[in-house]
């Protein structure tokens, strides 16, 4: 029986940056890395060559696999400590913002593309803020490196090949299944791979799972007591518009990052993941849960730009199930789609009508999600968040004009899975010792930034 030093569940960025930091400080202890998903030379999406959504089994390609869900998505990098989640809230503000640009330079070191959007154009990002402000609305300044959807999945081929090479053992294709305990203290975990069942033993096990794997966590968390709490869970909607329409917020900021707290709830409600000339996904979860997002390539460009608006629920004792919450949501409108994304044009929403496919034909704004279908999202979204998606539209109709047009389309469901915070102190250890819980499955982070950066000085303690 091998022992290792540390096992990390999960080839996302937080558990590769664990094992990328762990080599760069020199460290000479065994390290293991259990994904369930291939090698990121081997994620294929079928859906380039068939056109539409084959709801691979048994897993999604773009969700699962080295490199997580993130660098089959957007690509984008968020280099402010003001976005990407609450870590700082855990590690400080400086300490963040500091780790964000030592991260940044690793990035830069794999291949990263050189040009930062959203810097300079001071002028024009005044006008962009002050608009924002009369709109009730809070413009955050983020600089965004975009790798873009097809370049990221090349960085992170060069980051494998370089573990592989500095003697990081990684199991593709295995389930872990279970961690193994001894009262309070966390002894390895159990996989399954193809060969069948069998148990790693570790001094230190990181569970890395992303947002993929957060409601896989929040059941290990409730089986085992870790100690956790129920946060925030977001549900909202993807965007879809013309270039023409957002072509300055483009150009100037790339991505607008806004946030506002719309009545009459006043929940917090932001913009997130914007991909200008971009391409709205699907992506399937677990029991055959489809959600949307959105894509960004460097060379490829369509005729529109998307993005999701999101709403964060913050729910309060008794319940304690923000997850299974938001799948409801999502199930039902998958149920209404036939299986399919749905899409609606605002219009409609406003005139209380559902949106039928020879409207879209005729729009100006041609859905670049073929596959999705036209609809009535609103009989699947609570009324709570799509009242404040109606209004957070409307508002940040001031800043863009034409954004709330009538042929601006709204695809359901869009969903983000990292609401079960498990409670951890500074140094990332849980009630379990030896246990330790990082990225947007422990709730902590949001986006490929900062859950590298999570990695990052996870693996300086473990150096």
Request: proline content about 4%; hydrophobic content about 35%; aromatic content about 8%.
């Amino acid at each position: 029986m091998k022992k290792y030093d540390v096992a990390i569940v999960g080839a996302g960025p937080a558990g590769i940056f664990t094992a990328l930091e762990m080599i760069k400080k020199g460290s000479k202890k065994s390290v293991i890395i259990v994904e369930k998903g291939k090698s990121v030379e081997n994620r294929k999406c079928p859906k380039t060559v068939t056109g539409k959504c084959m709801n691979c089994k048994p897993y999604c390609h773009i969700t699962t696999g080295f490199s997580g869900a993130g660098a089959f998505s957007d690509g984008k990098l968020s280099l402010s400590y003001e976005v990407g989640g609450d870590l700082p809230l855990l590690i400080g503000e400086e300490l963040a913002q500091d780790t964000i640009d030592y991260t940044d330079k690793i990035y830069l070191e794999f291949g990263a593309d050189t040009h930062v959007e959203g810097v300079g154009n001071s002028e024009e990002v005044k006008e962009i803020r002050k608009r924002a402000i009369q709109a009730g609305l809070k413009l955050v300044d983020c600089p965004i490196r975009h790798l873009g959807t097809e370049k990221a999945q090349e960085l992170y081929f060069s980051i494998e090949k370089y573990l592989l090479q500095n003697g990081i053992e990684i199991m593709f294709d295995s389930q872990c299944s279970d961690l193994i305990l001894n009262g309070e203290k966390c002894l390895g975990i159990r996989v399954t791979d193809k060969s069948g069942p069998r148990e790693i033993f570790a001094e230190h096990t990181v569970v890395a799972t992303g947002r993929r794997g957060a409601d896989w966590l929040e059941q290990l968390c409730t089986d085992h007591g870790i100690a956790h709490q129920p946060g925030t869970v977001d549900i909202g909607v993807r965007v879809e518009v013309r270039n023409e329409v957002i072509e300055k917020i483009n150009k100037v900021l790339y991505e607008s990052k806004l946030v506002g707290y719309p009545k009459p709830f006043k929940n917090k409600v932001r913009t997130f993941c914007q991909n200008p000339g971009g391409f709205v996904a699907q992506e399937n979860y677990d029991n055959d849960l489809a959600v949307v997002n959105g894509h960004s390539y460097k060379e490829l460009k369509s005729d529109n730009t998307n993005l999701a608006i999101l709403c964060s629920h913050n729910f309060t004792e008794p319940f304690n199930q923000p997850i299974a919450y938001a799948q409801k949501v999502g199930e039902l409108t998958n149920m209404l789609g036939a299986g399919h994304i749905l899409v609606q044009r605002f219009g409609d929403i406003l005139d209380g009508k559902r949106t039928w496919q020879k409207e879209l034909s005729r729009s100006n704004v041609r859905p670049t999600l073929p596959d999705a279908v036209a609809g009535d999202i609103t009989a699947a979204m609570p009324y709570r968040a799509m009242i404040n998606i109606i209004n957070f539209i409307q508002a940040v109709d001031h800043v863009v004009p034409g954004f709330a047009g009538a042929e601006t389309l709204l695809y359901s469901p869009e969903l983000k899975f990292y609401s079960n915070r498990v409670k951890m102190d500074t140094d990332f250890n849980t009630n379990i010792e030896g246990l330790h819980c990082l990225g947007d499955s422990s709730g902590w982070t949001r986006g490929l930034m900062m859950a590298s950066v999570h990695g990052v000085l996870m693996g300086r303690i473990l150096a």
